[in-house]
C-alpha cells in the first residue's frame, strides 16, 4: 500500500494553519485585554469598563449609565417608561441601576452635577456665539 503525499500542499496548508493560529492569538489578548478592563460590580447588571463612558458605572451590555437612569427617574420617568424608551434595557437592569444610585448616591449626585455644568457651560457658550454672529 503507498501513501501519496503532496508536500508542497502540506506546507501550504500548514503555513495556512500557522496564520490562522496567529490571528487566534491576537484575538485571545484583545479579548483578554477587554475583561481585564471591566470591573464587575457588587450589583448584577452594573459594570465600570475603562475607556467606556469614562469608567463610569453602566448597565452591562450597553452604554447607558447609572446617571442617565437616575437622571430619568428625577425628571419623573417610570422604570417601565424607561424601559420603553431604551429598547436594549430589562425591568431587572433599571431597577439594578436604581439600586446602585441609592446605594451610591453621593457618586452619581456629583456625575449629574457635573453633566449639569457642562451642560449649562455649552449653552452659554453657543449663546455667546449666536449673539456674535446675528451683530
Known sequence: ??????????????????????????????????????????????????????????????????????????LGDSPEQIVENYPPLTLAQVYDALSYYHEHKSEIEAEIAANEEALAWVTRRSSVRAISVCD
Open 1 to 74: 500500500m503507498t501513501v501519496e503525499l503532496d508536500v508542497q500542499q502540506l506546507y501550504t496548508d500548514l503555513g495556512d494553519i500557522k496564520e490562522m493560529l496567529g490571528r487566534m492569538q491576537k484575538a485571545m489578548g484583545q479579548l483578554a485585554k477587554m475583561a481585564s478592563l471591566r470591573v464587575q460590580t457588587e450589583h448584577p447588571h452594573i459594570v465600570r469598563i475603562e475607556g467606556v463612558c469614562g469608567g463610569r458605572p453602566i448597565i452591562a451590555g450597553t452604554r447607558i449609565s447609572v446617571r442617565t437612569i437616575a437622571e430619568r427617574v428625577r
